[in-house]
């Protein structure tokens, strides 16, 4: 570990939009950590950067919206926010600007930021394979480095010159259930004598509210049929009609511990997005649905350029789980597909061989780490020497 006196004047910027990156800045900040001490952290994030030691200046709560219809909603408050954090890089002046995913508004504030002079970070690429590619002509000469955490994203940054690096995928190290199946369905008092289904609505509230309508329908079906569903609920989420839907019988809710949950399970409906390759590195068979607006559906549709939009299919190269996207996301649909998950072993045991294989493209931990060494070059700190060098 470097010498704090060395570091005490050094302060990092990071910008997190939403409680998956605020995940992930935290980790690279813990990681930071451990490598030097010393370093300052302030920024925009919430619970999970706060307990990291960052000093959050803007909270993201309320920011987190899916779909343009939505974001056209919240424009006069994420545009507010956005002059804000302006202010207060153009005041603190921080030596590195990392940005977490987020890819909208942290692109408009990459451009800012270069303007006057600050290093810039990009940790999660945006989603250029699958929409916008053009996205990456603004990236040029106002990144200093993109971190990826897919490999195959790497050829897009090389081919502008924008510096990339392919750190991991920070999931690897962090799908980490803290017992087996049957121990984890004891600690949420569930029964091991019965088929248990993950239903994962999402973290957003536009998510539950799209989603739990056809979600509660489709657990009371698998009530009838000796199922246990069990409803995850994200820690940070707050919606009026979840203490309503918590009274429907035989419908077991579990707030948080979402990792743990998924592995207590034999089968799984998630909602796109990151869950679906947490799911897939527990190897846990699912499908995967999502709705959005009709008119921010309708818009998506001329600008995405990928078949599958679940991160386990496009990492596998192939449709490995099935979506219901949108007008396909249906009772019957989903009770076709569930029973299938549940019951049908020939059929699970091909989909979790083929999750083994996402995982294993996915390689080694370490991802924080990685990144973490990177961080400390862009502000001149060398990493620290192995006992061997």
Known sequence: MSNPSDNKSIRIALIAGEASGDRLAADLVRSVQKKTAGLSFFGMGGASMRAAGVHIEQDFAGLSVVGIVEALWHYRRLRSVLERMKRMLASQRPDLLILVDY???NLRLADYAKSIGL????????QLWAWRPSRINRMVGRIDGMAVLFPFEVSYYQAVGIPVRFVGNPLVDDVRPSG???QLRRSFGLADDKPTLGLFPGSRESEW???????LQLAEQMVAKGVQPVVSVASGLEVDEIEQA???PGIHWVRGRSVDLMASCDALVV???TATLEAGLLKIPMVVIYRLSWLSYGL?????????IALVNIVAGRRIVRELIQSLC?????GEETQRLLFDEAYRRTMVEALGDVKDSLGEGGASDRLADWVLELVLIPPPRGPSE
């Open 103 to 105: 890819a909208e508004f």
């Open 119 to 126: 290093k810039v970070l990009f940790y999660v690429s945006p």
């Open 180 to 182: 087996n199946a049957e």
């Open 209 to 215: 509210r799209r989603h739990m309508p056809t979600l």
């Open 246 to 248: 918590r009274r429907h």
């Open 271 to 273: 909602a796109s997005g």
């Open 300 to 308: 998506l549709r001329l600008f995405v350029h990928v078949k599958d």
């Open 330 to 334: 249906t009772l019957q649909n989903l």
